[in-house]
């Protein structure tokens, strides 16, 4: 039974930062590739970035140079750094797990199997 606790979430400025967690257990972290996602009200949810069981990374273009993945296999935690943050930037944040990557864009919500409940990230102006 694979479980997934997300944290790191809150309500920032714009222009701040956050740094997001995701601990997983129950399946063997280091063999599946790792995704961020997000979904703000009345939109899809996107992929935002994803990093291999190597370390390759990916990132939408619309957070490339502010937002950091990795992964700390010992650990069995996903991180995402997040600054210089927008409004934009505001929504409900996922982490998953998967068995597909690519680092030539950014991760599909299909190609992962197991994810986190979320944490909100509010960007205020």
């Known amino acids: 039974h694979v479980q997934v606790v997300e944290s790191g979430g809150g309500v920032v400025q714009a222009g701040g930062s956050l740094r997001l967690s995701c601990t997983f257990s129950?399946?063997?972290?280091?063999?599946?590739?790792m995704g961020w996602f997000r979904h703000a009200p009345g939109k899809e949810r996107e992929g935002v970035s994803c990093?291999?069981?190597?370390?390759?990374?990916c990132y939408a273009d619309s957070v490339k140079g502010r937002f950091t993945i990795s992964r700390d296999n010992g650990k069995n935690t996903l991180y995402l750094q997040m600054n210089s943050l927008k409004p934009e930037d505001t929504a409900m944040y996922y982490c998953?797990?998967?068995?597909?990557?690519?680092?030539?864009?950014?991760?599909?919500?299909?190609?992962?199997?197991?994810w986190g409940q979320g944490t909100q990230v509010t960007v205020s102006s």
């Open positions: 129950g399946l063997t972290f280091a063999d599946y590739a």
């Open positions: 998953a797990a998967g068995i597909y990557f690519n680092a030539y864009r950014a991760p599909r919500r299909d190609e992962y199997n197991y």
């Open positions: 990093i291999s069981w190597s370390g390759d990374t």
